[in-house]
């Protein structure tokens, strides 16, 4: 093997790597829209930060801070205030944003966050605009261009206010979002299996059932909502009362106070409303849905308790099942004490009864020694009774003794009130007929 001399070696000199300081570095998204399209552009927007951070020499990837369908506030951003806090902690050295207008679309917030992280050390980089927040010049660059992303904001947002109101005026939904429709062209088309949810709807409320034991049979029954929740007797109620589903539209029920908050308020006459009458096909047939509304008052004038009004057993009946405490409620029968989860979420989440009022009294009665209930006698002697199961009252008085004392259902015959009669001799009369 032939040698190579010494003076055929060419010798380099390598200098020296020269340290550098590590960025700690995050990023931060933002879309203002819940659409998958938007959704996919938060992914992609994600996906590219983490990419670009970590591929950088000298730059530490801390992650990237992402909210979706939020405003422009920074108060409304869960991962906006997660981002500031690591801030805070000490943690960034340096965010990186797509724009001022992802940042925030209000001037004196944009410029309130950046001098709070400029005196924490914390550089914000502007992707679009080509700003370092920290820079000299950065501040002045930021107040001018941001006006600039407010002013536009105000401008989208009146332009959008007014495609909405022309096609209020010209009888056109703006969106759907109820159960049974979904709008085509400006137009409500039935979902004909979601439309058999809302036709039960009205006709177990005219059979006599209330809105949360319409939301209980719909729980039981493993029937979703619009947008796959469970039900709640807020629900029904806002469905019982929607004009659309007799094939009519109330347009402009709420609207948005400004571009930035964008807080949503239900429109008290602040704006005009648009009635269209007979717009698209109805679910529920015109007469179904008047005798509803009937319904609905009539309920509301039967009741005469009207909140905060309390007697004796106000907080004085606990639930032997439960815990929780009852409540007076008006029946077909009269004032009744139920138990309060049983009254809200059904017997599934409490197999308690309901007691009617007229008995309660008679137990303490019994249990008091007293010829009669009195008010005053109760509320002397009488500290707070159990509802047991097996229609046991366990009543604890004062001194600390306490008595179980029985009581009976109601029979049938004495449950059935005037109204409850006639209507079943009429149901046996078509019947016949």
């Known amino acids: 093997m032939k040698q190579v001399s010494d003076s055929q070696i060419a010798r380099v000199k390598f200098t020296p790597r020269e340290d550098f300081d590590i960025?700690?570095?995050?990023?931060?998204?933002?879309?203002?829209?819940g659409k998958d399209a938007m959704l996919q552009s938060l992914a992609a927007q994600i996906s590219y930060y983490s990419k670009l951070i970590q591929k950088h020499r000298g730059w530490e990837y801390v992650g990237v801070y992402a909210d979706e369908a939020k405003t422009g506030t920074k108060d409304s951003r869960e991962n906006f205030q997660?981002?500031?806090?690591?801030?805070?902690?000490?943690?960034?050295?340096?965010?990186?944003?797509k724009s001022i207008s992802r940042f925030a679309r209000n001037t004196v917030t944009l410029l309130e966050t950046v001098r709070e992280l400029k005196t924490l050390g914390t550089d914000v980089f502007f992707e679009e605009q080509n700003i370092h927040s920290i820079s000299a010049d950065g501040e002045l660059m930021l107040t001018i261009l941001a006006s600039y992303a407010q002013e536009e904001s105000l401008s989208a947002s009146e332009n959008q206010k007014w495609r909405i109101k022309k096609n209020f005026e010209e009888g056109k939904p703006w969106d759907c979002t109820m159960l049974g429709y979904r709008a085509k062209d400006g137009v409500f088309e039935i979902v004909p299996e979601e439309a058999e949810t809302v036709r039960l709807v009205f006709t177990l409320y005219l059979e006599g059932f209330g809105k949360q034991a319409i939301a209980?049979?719909?729980?039981?029954?493993?029937v979703a909502t619009r947008f796959g929740k469970g039900w709640h007797q807020d629900t029904i109620a806002k469905m019982l009362r929607n004009e659309k589903y007799a094939g009519d539209l109330l347009l402009q029920k709420t609207f948005r106070t400004d571009h930035l908050t964008k807080q949503t308020r239900v429109n008290h006459g602040e704006l005009p409303q648009y009635l269209v009458q007979e717009a698209h096909e109805?679910?529920?047939?015109?007469?179904?849905?008047d005798a509803v509304q009937a319904e609905?008052?009539?309920?509301?004038?039967?009741t005469t308790v009207k909140k905060g009004t309390t007697t004796v057993f106000t907080g004085a009946i606990r639930c032997g099942v439960c815990g929780k405490n009852y409540r007076r409620?008006?029946?077909?029968?009269?004032?009744?004490w139920i138990c309060a989860t049983f009254n809200t979420k059904g017997k599934k989440f409490c197999?308690?009864?309901?007691?009617?009022e007229e008995t309660l009294k008679a137990v303490c009665a019994e249990a008091l020694g007293t010829g009669s209930f009195d008010d005053d006698t109760f509320a002397a002697r009488i500290d707070f009774i159990t509802a047991l199961p097996d229609n046991i009252l366990e009543v604890h008085f004062k001194d600390g003794l306490t008595k179980a004392v029985g009581w009976q259902d109601r029979s049938r015959?004495?449950?059935?009130?005037?109204?409850?009669?006639?209507?079943?001799?009429e149901k046996a009369t078509r019947r016949n007929g």
């Open 216 to 222: 209980n049979r719909l729980n039981e029954m493993g």
């Open 23 to 33: 960025q700690r570095v995050a990023a931060y998204a933002r879309v203002s829209s």
């Open 329 to 336: 409620k008006t029946s077909k029968t009269g004032f009744v």
């Open 413 to 425: 015959r004495e449950s059935w009130t005037d109204d409850k009669r006639q209507a079943a001799r």
């Open 296 to 302: 609905i008052e009539r309920r509301a004038n039967e």
């Open 282 to 289: 109805p679910i529920i047939d015109r007469a179904t849905f």
């Open 351 to 356: 197999a308690s009864k309901q007691i009617p």
């Open 82 to 97: 997660r981002l500031l806090f690591d801030c805070r902690a000490g943690k960034i050295d340096m965010v990186i944003t």
